[in-house]
């Protein structure tokens, strides 16, 4: 049943909307981060000042060089871990404890986070009174998004693993592939897309956090965010928005880079895909 004028343009105004509630506040960011007056919510003017005033606040530049450190290295983590958790619970469906090790890797999605950073936060300590160390930093902040970001990872993957045909690497363990060979040249090959939609998804939240990073951070590693969240405090001025700037255009380019790279990706599978088939049709 094909939709009426009226249901066609009332779908097309929804749609608008949405869009306009979702990214109106990221224009106007944007939009303010050229302006001349000292107030954010003020308009004084159009300038380049603040871009320019931007590099001179190391306090800004070293925490969010910190924090796209950490997110680097706890998303990278996170892939890892939760591969092995979503490979667990997809591949191998009758290990005892599995219900346990399900609702483990789930609750940091449910759990509010003033919950596991303070968790997280009474455990480390309780480890440096015994043994000493680890001491509050970057580290405790790592394992901090690493747990977070497992659990998203973990969501993602182990979706794309329940949707691949399995037959596939049945067909190369028939044809004697050891399992760890299946792993790299079957398996990872058909997850690439979720792993890479992973990262980039654990990358975010870890760049984006700011109680987990409250709770575990100490002298000399606050991130970006907590900077943020601290100047708030005593009044913002534009050059907060020319980060924020960066930053969404920073990720803007990554999501296209990524999204050409899929693309590519996705064609050069089908083409081989295509040939394969031709080769079996001639033979």
């Known amino acids: 049943m094909n939709p009426t004028p009226w249901g066609q343009r009332l779908r ?14 990221i224009a ?3 939009a303010y981060s050229f302006n001349d ?11 380049f000042r603040w871009y320019s005033a931007v590099w001179q606040d190391h306090d800004i530049i070293d925490a969010f060089k910190l924090s796209l450190q950490i997110g680097l290295v706890s998303a990278t983590l ?38 596991v950073g303070l968790s997280l936060l009474l455990m480390l300590v309780a480890v440096q009174n015994m043994f000493g160390f680890p001491d509050r930093g970057v580290w405790t902040i790592v394992m901090g998004h690493t747990l977070l970001g497992m659990s998203y990872a973990t969501v993602v993957i182990r979706s794309r693993l329940l949707e691949m045909d399995k037959s596939l690497e049945e ?42 990073s ?9 991130t ?14 534009p050059t907060v928005n020319v980060v ?5 255009l920073a990720v803007g380019l990554a999501l296209l880079a990524s999204s050409l790279w899929l693309a590519r990706q996705e064609r050069q599978r089908a083409k081989e895909m295509a040939m394969a088939w031709k080769q079996e049709a001639n033979s």
């Open 244 to 248: 924020a700037t960066l930053t969404v």
């Open 171 to 212: 067909a190369a363990l028939d044809l004697g592939a050891k399992p760890f060979a299946v792993f790299r040249l079957v398996t990872l090959p058909l997850i690439t897309q979720a792993l890479l939609s992973a990262w980039l998804l654990t990358f975010t939240l870890s760049l984006d956090d700011v109680v987990i």
């Open 12 to 25: 097309l105004g929804w749609m608008l909307g949405i869009y306009f509630f979702l990214y109106l506040p």
């Open 78 to 115: 996170s892939i890892v871990l939760g591969t092995l958790a979503a490979l667990s619970l997809v591949r191998y469906k009758n290990f005892r404890g599995r219900t346990i090790f399900s609702s483990m890797v789930n609750a940091p999605l449910v759990m509010p986070e003033v919950i």
């Open 37 to 47: 007056s000292k107030m954010v919510t003020l308009w004084g003017g159009f300038t």
């Open 224 to 237: 970006l965010p907590i900077v943020i969240f601290s100047r708030a405090k005593l009044g913002l001025n």
């Open 28 to 30: 106007t960011l944007i």
């Open 214 to 222: 409250a709770f575990l951070s100490g002298p000399g590693s606050n």
